[in-house]
């Protein structure tokens, strides 16, 4: 697991990056450090996880990070909180780049359920993300990334595990 980032576009209670409670400071890996790292175990990899508490999609250079893995056999996965998936160029990119998964966290079946606990997150945001990620799958006839939709079921949405499980078939 490489934090490629320990920053996030979110406020989610429980998570110490959230909260600010992490006790680091809160930055982008650079490239190069990234590369070293890479080189330096490439040969004892067999998968790495580009994120863990921060958000990866933050890191500018994320889609670089998943190439340079790639080249060198090795499987890719990625968690989100997917509210990165505007650019046409990023999802065709990510789609190309040969990441195996990607966990995207959507834990609600609408704006006011997600927002209890994606504080400052935009549930629609999310589905239209993951909706153009799987077009761009389907239209260029990729199996991967592998998309797996994360749902936290908690108190106040426990009632929407049907829900939840429409919204992913709709996508």
Known sequence: MLETSSLCNLRCPLCPTGVGTLCRSQSNMPF???RKV???????LIEVNLGNYGEPFLNNDI???VDYVKARCIRTIIATNGH???NPHDIRRLVRSGLDRIYISLDGYDQETYEEYRRGGNF???V???KALVEEKRRVGNSSPYIELQFLVMRHNEDGIAKMRKIA???
């Open 169 to 171: 078939r709709d996508i």
């Open 124 to 126: 629609r945001r999310v």
């Open 38 to 44: 890479i080189d330096d175990l490439c040969a004892y």
């Open 32 to 34: 190069d450090i990234f």
């Open 84 to 86: 990165f998936f505007r």
């Open 128 to 130: 239209e993300g993951m």
């Open 63 to 65: 889609y670089d990070m």
